[in-house]
């Protein structure tokens, strides 16, 4: 979203190929769906995060940051090159 209330989808085409390589079954994608659906609603009602200010926020400075498993960059067995 932008700040003149603008929006768009990111990564459908990255989204459609991890469900057709197994990374996302059909479950989560629809977990996935909804929840935008959810976002959408929120910021055409104007809620937050999506409400004025939202701009302005920055994430807590003692939050750690999240750190990737040893094995992030290879293919889950499960998938067939």
């Known amino acids: 979203m ?3 209330r603008s929006w768009r989808w990111h990564d ?3 989204f459609a190929q991890a469900q057709q390589d197994g990374l996302v079954d059909e479950r989560l994608a ?3 769906r909804a929840a935008g659906q959810e976002a959408l609603r929120a910021i055409r009602a104007w809620r ?3 409400s004025d200010g939202w701009q302005h ?3 807590d400075p003692a939050w750690a940051v999240p750190s990737l498993p040893q ?3 290879r293919t889950p067995a499960h998938v067939s090159s």
Do not use: K, Q, S, Y
Request: hydrophobic letters at 30%.
């Open 2 to 4: 932008d700040p003149d």
């Open 12 to 14: 459908e085409d990255e």
């Open 30 to 32: 629809g977990r996935v």
């Open 48 to 50: 937050a995060p999506f």
């Open 57 to 59: 926020w920055r994430p």
């Open 71 to 73: 094995d992030w960059d």
